[in-house]
């Protein structure tokens, strides 16, 4: 099943105030329990910037769409393009503090669970376990018709035998890994098939008009219902993917706090919005309670990728 994506949601009527005191945070994580979803936000201090914030992508860029992926043959082109460029940069981004908390948290055995809506890597490049993917991850590609499914790692050295010399300047990067061309840079640009049957190939990543598979959705469900509460971090929480967990929470009784600079869509359902960067609350939060956050883990997300080659 497919849906049609929402790009943007405006607040409509009265929300919450934000609150710059992180107290919330750290009460919820020192109750233990807790059950993180987070988003883009999370990864800005990376370098992969969100969609909605300030300077989000979204200003300047609309998101492939799964019906004009697979509709039309020039788009793909577009695409593949313009993520081929774009996992250079995915490659090279770092774990920043917020991060290196979520995963420190984990260890001390505070956290539940860790749903992310992002698809860099991150999360696992800090050291967390068991992440639940909601939306999929950059590093590995599928096939449409037949499933097999291929290291991205691999399908970057096949677009790069294909289209020698392809090297162009990119306006930016956005945080599905897709890089700003004009369509005069993505020129001819070759896209190969499957290895396998010849298909059409995707990123195994949930495209806007795309549902999320249902048995993820019922797993992260299920973490829902075994948490002690639900801690947002920087998610605007505009599409449902995200939004059914927190309103899923809500009816069932167990506390949200979230943290995110601009009003999100689940504002209502929370005890509290924390209007401070995640740089900043997670790091704080983790020296009140006692938790040592660890320098390690300051790989790449995709450390078998391009690292250190340059978004030229």
């Known amino acids: 099943m497919h849906m049609r994506p929402t790009l943007n949601w ?28 987070s988003g883009a936000g999370i990864s800005t201090e990376s370098g992969i910037p969100d969609y909605r914030g300030e300077g989000g992508s979204l200003s300047r860029h609309t998101p492939m769409t799964y019906q ?58 800090a050291g967390s376990e068991g992440v639940v993917e909601l939306h999929g991850s950059l590093d590995r590609v599928l096939c449409l018709t037949c499933g097999t499914v291929e290291p991205r790692s691999a399908l970057a050295v096949r677009l790069t035998e294909a289209n020698p ?52 959705v019922e797993q992260c469900r299920e973490l829902v219902r075994q948490a002690a509460s639900l801690l947002v971090l920087g998610s605007s929480l505009t599409v449902m993917s995200g939004l059914r967990f927190v309103r899923q929470a809500a009816r069932e009784g167990t506390p949200v706090v979230i943290v995110n600079r601009d009003v999100t869509r689940g504002d ?45």
């Open 165 to 216: 010399g392809f090297a162009p300047v990119a306006a930016g990067i956005n945080p599905d890994g897709d890089a700003d061309l004009t369509d005069a840079q993505v020129g001819d640009f070759h896209v190969v098939p499957c290895t396998v049957c010849g298909g059409v190939l995707k990123p195994d990543v949930v495209f806007f008009g795309e549902s999320v598979p249902p048995q993820r």
């Open 268 to 312: 209502r359902e929370a005890l509290a919005r924390v209007a401070l960067p995640l740089g900043q609350v997670l790091p704080e939060v983790a020296g009140r309670l006692g938790v040592r956050i660890d320098e390690a883990g300051q790989d790449g997300a995709f450390p078998e990728g391009p690292a250190g080659e340059e978004l030229r």
């Open 68 to 125: 004009e992926f697979t509709a039309d043959p020039q788009a793909r082109r577009r695409y593949w393009a313009r993520s081929h460029l774009g996992w250079r940069v995915f490659g090279r981004a770092r774990p920043n503090a917020g991060h290196r908390a979520v995963a420190a948290f984990a260890r001390h055995g505070l956290l539940s669970g860790l749903i992310t809506q992002n698809v860099d890597g991150l999360h696992q490049a």
């Open 10 to 37: 405006v607040p409509d009527g009265d929300l919450p105030p934000g609150t710059s005191d992180w107290t919330p945070v750290a009460d919820v994580l020192d109750r233990g329990g807790v059950l993180v979803l």
